[in-house]
């Protein structure tokens, strides 16, 4: 069956996220996005893996269901549907290889909450899972898959927002050219990466030795309006074997929703604090470094995606379809000419949903006529052109976001 599954969220115990991302609120928003499937995030924190023992419960798709009595928050009829959870987490991994620091971020699948146990077990041995949702551990990422193949035939490791430029497995600050500079001769076990906010399929289809690998997309939430701003398209068993066979051989994985990734905050190479926002041959014509205060430039995603490619941009080997998205409420935001946090949004979004269904369908597949039957004919304009990839874009850099726009 086809289904939508966002795997990358996290939790309120994770730093700088929202104190509303409850599983309770979880299940309520993803429905209201138009998932099937969240992953939990953050099973490495001790009280949060406490609270997913005593909220969630096994499902017979070996996936994890919100015990009924936790199922008060209101869904409108239109989003109403199955929500499951797959038990995930990330972690930071911060040490010395090859005479560098090192600095990945990993995201673990786990078959059940038991198995994650496991694995927090042995974690605990190296550092204190309780100071943040996201732990950071001197762990060399090669023995952190180690530990995850030992919790599990069933559990899965992969390379967290694979490019970001300070905390990932490709970062131009911090990691390395290649899976097996990193993971030596496990690399073989790792079966997919996160292709994160600030790159997309297409970028990463430039690099031949990905060409095996699978390309996740996930949200990354930090707040429950964040959720399904990335996620990825399943047409297969709904259930924790039919997604993690799907991740490892490709087949029944049959997409990903995404940002446009000149939006995400690593696109472009820059300098924020000077505003500084460079091209590569521009960051080459000043050989790396801020014309205004002389500091180190944050080298960006299409930078580094550069410098690893052995492809040109035409030519490309097949891929599964991706479609480029903005999210519902800053298009709303955009046609009426408020900001995005205001009352009037809010209204509108909740409005749309109640009469169309959730926010992915309304995105990428209700048609833009009957969109405009119920919401401002700009709006259903909007979307279309939004589909059609006819948008403005100032992009990201050095951790600001990009600006995508449908009109000026």
């Known amino acids: 069956m086809k289904f939508i599954a966002d795997l990358h969220v996290h939790s309120r115990y994770s730093r700088g996220c929202s104190r509303e991302l409850t599983p309770e609120n979880l299940w309520q928003w993803g429905q209201l996005k138009g998932l099937n499937v ?3 995030g953050d099973f490495t924190h001790p009280a949060w893996l406490a609270e997913l023992e005593s909220k969630l419960e096994p499902a017979a798709n070996g996936l994890l269901a919100l015990r009924e009595e936790y199922r008060c928050a209101e869904v409108p009829p239109s989003c109403r549907s199955e929500l499951y959870f797959l038990p995930s987490a990330e972690i930071s991994c911060i040490y010395r290889k090859h005479e560098r620091t090192r600095k990945v971020h990993l995201i673990i699948f786990a078959p059940d909450l038991a198995c994650a146990a496991r694995i927090n077990r042995e ?42 430029p300070h905390f ?168 009426i000419g408020v900001g995005v946090a205001s009352k009037k949004v809010k209204t509108m979004y909740f409005d749309l949903l109640e009469r169309l269904g959730p926010e992915l369908e309304i995105l990428l597949t209700i048609p833009a006529t009957q969109i405009g039957q119920v919401a401002p004919p700009r709006l259903a304009e909007a979307i279309a052109l939004m589909r059609s990839g006819k948008v403005i874009i100032e992009p990201g850099y050095d951790g600001a976001f990009g600006i995508v726009r449908i009109y000026n």
């Open 168 to 335: 990932s497995i490709f970062g131009a600050a911090s990691g390395f050219d290649s899976l097996a500079e990193c993971f030596e001769e496990l690399a073989p076990h790792i079966y997919a990466i996160e292709t994160g906010l600030s790159s997309d399929p297409r970028m990463n289809r430039r690099i031949s030795n990905l060409d095996r690998l699978t390309l996740i997309s996930n949200s990354d939430a930090h707040s429950l309006a964040k959720l399904g701003r990335e996620a990825n398209l399943f047409d297969t068993e709904l259930s924790y074997q039919g997604i993690i066979t799907a991740i490892r051989t490709g087949k029944g994985f049959s997409g990903t929703i995404e940002f446009f990734p000149e939006e995400g905050k690593y696109y472009a190479d820059g300098h924020r604090n000077c505003g500084i926002r460079f091209t590569p041959s521009e960051y080459g014509k000043h050989t790396g470094l801020c014309p205004v205060c002389g500091r180190k430039l944050t080298m960006g995603v299409q930078h580094r995606v550069n410098d690893l490619a052995d492809r040109a941009e035409e030519g490309l080997p097949g891929m599964p379809p991706f479609y480029s998205t903005i999210p519902l409420q800053e298009l709303i935001a955009q046609v």
């Open 123 to 164: 974690l605990a041995r190296i550092g204190n899972l309780s100071a943040d949702g996201r732990p950071i551990l001197g762990l060399d990422a090669k023995r952190a898959l180690e530990i995850v193949l030992a919790a599990s035939p069933d559990a899965m490791l992969v390379p967290a927002h694979a490019w970001t």
């Open 38 to 40: 969240l992953g939990t």
